[in-house]
């Protein structure tokens, strides 16, 4: 489990090397660069903080990844979790931050 | 290669970590004081530390009807009788006003129609907690007084004569070290993940309950420092969702699902309740040739299942996007769950500094706060809080309000102190071809912590004869580490986190074999003592005289006021 950042999408802010628990990510080349894949905790921290949803998250085959990704796009306190599933089909969850879990 | 620039910062406290328990004391201090308070914080204080990805309940709250003394007594039960019942019953005591404190900053609590808490069991309440981090970092960033220097390691504490007066450490991306003088310093670092052989070891290795990213550099600086550490033998392994390490309980106690075998027979009445026994029933069914284990979700309704995919993304939701990826729900199938590798958090067991009622140390001006103080199992988040505020509490009537200063009896020491730190960073950059990787030291060591002290592979057990062999072999390993380099800065953070996990895996395994009975089951399971002995229900303490690791036995504390005697 790990990241991948889309540097097609990446702008180059910064935001998620500043955000990282791990400091795992730095901008190489006017772009984000995940330097170490496999010390990624899967937190998502940098997922949620990306602007334009360049990063994505997804399990390693180590733990039963089949190739799917999630992104995450916000608006206010609403969190769409993008899941990129092989098929090509989108399912999207939906979290609002002003909700609490109900378990 | 260029030596590193110094920085010099003076601050009336040091608080080394910013996660839960150091933001809420640097909080605390700027609320009631006139102090100037610096957070060292190896990553960022916006996510860093435990709740990175989020928490979805307050797991330590004294519910409608209940007192902390009640909170006390599960505890103490559920950690057969090895607690500190001064420490239980203060935390107990802040559990309710930190939460309330967090829900005005902006934390999101569930109420009913009432307007109270909605409660999860005895001593749970439900929340969003997705940015609990976030809120917390941000009240600190606007309080007064308060300066985060984001990205800076602290590796060794600066004491003399038993009296701290700041730390030094180095920046994790600018060829930068600090040496940082304080009047009091406050260690708030977490505990320590890594130490043995993780249960996805490949891509996935930092796949892990607990943070990869928190090796043990308090209660490493704090032993190599002389301070006394107290029960690191009660190691804490998790109950979690199988592949993904994912939080268990909301599945438990959220929809109340029971641990199954493969035959379909629930196990968990068999073996007992306590946090302990879930772990060691499921390992034991493992190995009876009854797995995998399970719990029981299949048949859970619609509603269940939609909020359980939420729940999970409000904290891992790596396990959401499994069962989005496999197309298979929780209500339609059970969750797989495995015992996680042996980690050392207070938090959660009684692992830790061995501290006063106020959360000092036993060297003189050093607290304690959070994961890395001992004495105190099952805080939780409230409890990391709530300890942040005792402590900080104790450190302004020292400071502000008896005006305590510290002179150093010999600076001269203390300088040579920061010095040999400083030339070891230096030596460490300049080593360029090491005869071993920090990587590679790292699976070494946890290997040896696998097979022979307790690891996932022998299912938590371990004997006198693998001690002495994996005390030997971690012997080995430190000595290789003599001769590891780092090519940035970055690397000089691996060969710091390295050498913090080694100092407590000798510790560890010292803790180990020092208690001779089994009390814990998975926990601590010697299996040359598989009995428990009201002998030993006393505290195991240790401490590093001389480069040697010291026991010592200690009373029983009950509810009350404890003071060092040192």
């Given at each position: 489990m790990s990241i991948r950042i889309n540097k097609d999408k990446c702008i180059a802010c910064g935001r998620c090397t500043q955000v990282?628990?791990?400091?795992?990510?730095?901008?190489?080349?006017?772009?984000?660069?995940?330097?170490?894949?496999?010390?990624?905790?899967?937190?998502?921290?940098?997922?949620?903080?990306?602007?334009?949803?360049?990063?994505?998250?997804?399990?390693?085959?180590?733990?039963?990844?089949?190739?799917?990704?999630?992104n995450v796009t916000s608006e206010g306190d609403i969190l769409h979790w993008n899941i990129h599933k092989t098929d090509g089909s989108i399912e999207t969850i939906d979290v609002d931050r002003r909700n609490s879990n109900q378990y | 290669m260029e030596r590193l620039q110094v920085r010099r910062i003076q601050t009336d406290v040091l608080i080394v970590g910013g996660g839960t328990a150091g933001c809420y004391a640097a909080l605390t201090i700027s609320r009631n004081s006139n102090l100037s308070v610096l957070i060292a914080e190896k990553a960022n204080i916006k996510r860093s530390g435990c709740l990175a990805?989020?928490?979805?309940?307050?797991?330590?709250?004294?519910?409608?009807?209940?007192?902390?003394?009640?909170?006390?007594?599960?505890?103490?039960?559920?950690?057969?009788g090895i607690v500190r019942g001064d420490l239980l019953l203060t935390a107990a005591e802040h559990f309710n006003e930190v939460t309330e404190d967090m829900e005005r900053l902006g934390l999101v609590i569930l109420k009913d129609e009432n307007g109270d808490y909605v409660a999860r069991g005895n001593r749970n309440i439900k929340i969003n907690g997705e940015n609990f981090k976030p809120i917390l970092a941000k009240a600190v960033e606007e309080a007064e007084r308060v300066?985060?220097?984001?990205?800076?390691?602290?590796?060794?504490?600066?004491?003399?004569?038993?009296?701290v007066y700041g730390a030094v450490g180095f920046s994790v991306t600018d060829e930068v070290a600090y040496e940082i003088h304080a009047n009091a310093v406050l260690i708030a670092t977490g505990g320590a993940a890594g130490l043995y052989r993780p249960n996805n070891p490949g891509f996935s290795r930092h796949k892990m309950w607990y943070p990869p990213f928190n090796t043990g550099a308090g209660y490493a600086m704090g032993i190599r420092a002389g301070a006394e550490m107290t029960s690191f033998e009660?190691?804490?392994?998790?109950?979690?969702?199988?592949?993904?390490?994912?939080?268990?309980?909301?599945?438990?106690?959220?929809?109340?699902?029971?641990?199954?075998?493969?035959?379909?027979?629930?196990?968990?009445?068999?073996?007992?309740l306590t946090t302990s026994e879930r772990v060691y029933g499921t390992v034991r069914e493992n190995q009876l040739g009854h797995g995998p284990c399970y719990l029981q979700t299949s048949g859970i309704t619609d509603k269940q299942n939609e909020e359980l995919l939420k729940a999970y993304l409000n904290m891992a939701p790596s396990q959401t996007l499994r069962w989005i990826e496999t197309g298979k729900m929780?209500?339609?199938?059970?969750?797989?769950?495995?015992?996680?590798?042996?980690?050392?958090?207070?938090?959660?067991?009684?692992?830790?500094?061995?501290?006063?009622?106020?959360?000092?140390?036993?060297?003189?001006?050093?607290?304690?706060?959070?994961?890395?103080?001992?004495?105190c199992p099952q805080k939780y988040v409230t409890g990391a809080l709530a300890e942040g505020e005792i402590a900080a509490v104790d450190i302004i009537r020292r400071l502000e309000e008896n005006r305590e200063e510290w002179i150093p009896s010999d600076p001269a020491f203390l300088q040579e102190n920061a010095?040999?730190?400083?030339?070891?960073?230096?030596?460490?950059?300049?080593?360029?071809?090491?005869?071993?990787?920090?990587?590679?030291?790292?699976?070494?060591?946890?290997?040896?912590?696998?097979?022979?002290?307790?690891?996932?592979?022998?299912?938590?057990?371990?004997?006198?004869?693998?001690?002495?062999?994996?005390?030997?072999?971690?012997d080995q390993i430190i000595a290789l580490t003599d001769h590891i380099g780092?090519?940035?800065?970055?690397?000089?953070?691996?060969?710091?986190?390295?050498?913090?996990?080694?100092v407590v895996c000798k510790s560890l395994i010292a803790h180990l074999r020092g208690r001779k009975e089994t009390r814990w089951h998975a926990f601590n399971e010697n299996q040359d003592y598989p009995e428990t002995d009201e002998a030993y229900y006393r505290y195991l303490n240790s401490r590093m005289r001389d480069g040697r690791i010291e026991l010592i036995w200690r009373d029983i504390v009950k509810e009350g006021e404890y003071e060092h005697t040192n």
């Open positions: 990282c628990p791990g400091t795992l990510i730095s901008l190489k080349d006017e772009k984000a660069n995940m330097d170490y894949p496999r010390d990624c905790w899967g937190c998502v921290s940098c997922v949620k903080e990306c602007p334009v949803g360049a990063i994505e998250f997804f399990l390693g085959a180590d733990i039963g990844g089949n190739g799917s990704v999630m | 990805a989020g928490v979805n309940a307050i797991n330590a709250y004294i519910t409608k009807g209940h007192v902390p003394q009640d909170y006390v007594d599960y505890a103490t039960k559920d950690a057969a300066e985060v220097l984001n990205h800076i390691n602290i590796t060794d504490l600066l004491v003399e004569d038993n009296r009660m190691r804490f392994i998790a109950l979690r969702c199988k592949d993904t390490i994912a939080p268990t309980g909301t599945i438990a106690q959220g929809v109340g699902a029971k641990q199954v075998n493969s035959r379909g027979t629930v196990y968990e009445k068999h073996y007992g929780p209500k339609e199938q059970d969750v797989e769950i495995q015992g996680t590798e042996p980690y050392i958090v207070g938090g959660h067991t009684a692992s830790g500094f061995w501290v006063d009622t106020n959360r000092q140390t036993t060297i003189h001006g050093l607290y304690a706060a959070g994961d890395v103080a001992g004495g010095n040999r730190t400083l030339l070891e960073y230096e030596k460490i950059r300049a080593t360029e071809q090491p005869a071993f990787t920090i990587e590679e030291l790292e699976e070494a060591m946890q290997k040896v912590m696998d097979e022979y002290a307790g690891g996932i592979a022998t299912g938590y057990q371990y004997n006198e004869n693998q001690l002495q062999l994996a005390d030997e072999k971690i780092a090519r940035d800065m970055h690397e000089l953070l691996f060969a710091y986190e390295l050498k913090e996990r080694l």
